[in-house]
T-cell receptor, first 115, second 111 residues
Framework: NAGVTQTPKFQVLKTGQSMTLQCAQD?????MYWYRQDPGMGLRLIYY???????DKGEVPNGYNVSRLNKREFSLRLESAAPSQTSVYFC??????????????FGPGTRLTVT | AQSVTQPDIHITVSEGASLELRCNYS??????LFWYVQSPGQGLQLLLK??????LVQGIKGFEAEFKRSQSSFNLRKPSVHWSDAAEYFC?????????FGSGTRLQVQP
């Protein structure tokens, strides 16, 4: 039981390049999330997927796209990377949405640098 | 919209001393509340959670937190800090879409 896995762990991009961050969970969770973490700002929600086949914007979606490939996998794509997207990216999953979100389980993160 | 405030950016305590990390939240109903810990270069690990019931909740690694509705607070405590507790701690509240996190408190432990 690996929990939430993310690839790659580290990535350096040049401005304008594209890349996809991969995330998979083996806990049979319905909901998956992408956050970015920047110093002094906590974690900010980029996109989330309440269930397979649905995706919605979070707090900071500009410059990103997502795909919920199946129940297990949720990818985040940067179409044209910018230095402002230098950050640590975390994927998370949880056991669905009710009145409020239950606890989330996090992957180890991807450290992305855009030069 | 919900929000979380962690007023202390950085705290230093001596090993063996007690610890309290502050968290204040804003939410329109009874909140689901969480504390997570992040060691350097790692992901976030859930320490404890509050959904309802007893306002004093126990977590892993000897941590506990107390929900005080009148003060909109959910402070994290530990009676005796160990050097391995040095990390960043995040308080979060459950919204309808996702968790909302505070900006974190970095804990340093002096020998």
């Amino acid at each position: 039981n690996a929990g939430v896995t993310q690839t790659p762990k580290f990535q350096v991009l040049k401005t304008g390049q594209s890349m996809t961050l991969q995330c998979a969970q083996d806990m049979n969770h319905n909901s998956m999330y992408w956050y970015r973490q920047d110093p002094g700002m906590g974690l900010r929600l980029i996109y989330y997927s309440a269930s397979e086949g649905t995706t919605d914007k979070g707090e900071v979606p500009n410059g990103y796209n997502v795909s919920r490939l199946n129940k297990r996998e949720f990818s985040l794509r940067l179409e044209s990377a910018a230095p402002s997207q230098t950050s640590v990216y975390f994927c998370a999953s949880s056991d669905g949405l009710g009145r409020q979100v239950y606890e989330q389980y996090f992957g180890p993160g991807t450290r992305l640098t855009v030069t | 919209a919900q929000s979380v405030t962690q007023p202390d950016i950085h705290i230093t305590v001596s090993e063996g001393a007690s610890l309290e990390l502050r968290c204040n939240y804003s939410y329109g109903a009874t909140p689901y509340l969480f504390w997570y810990v992040q060691s350097p270069g790692q992901g976030l690990q859930l320490l404890l959670k509050y959904f309802s019931g007893d306002t004093l909740v126990q977590g892993i690694k000897g941590f506990e937190a107390e929900f005080k509705r009148s003060q909109s607070s959910f402070n994290l405590r530990k009676p005796s800090v160990h050097w391995s507790d040095a990390a960043e701690y995040f308080c979060a509240v459950g919204g309808r879409r996702a968790l909302t996190f505070g900006s974190g408190t970095r804990l340093q432990v002096q020998p």
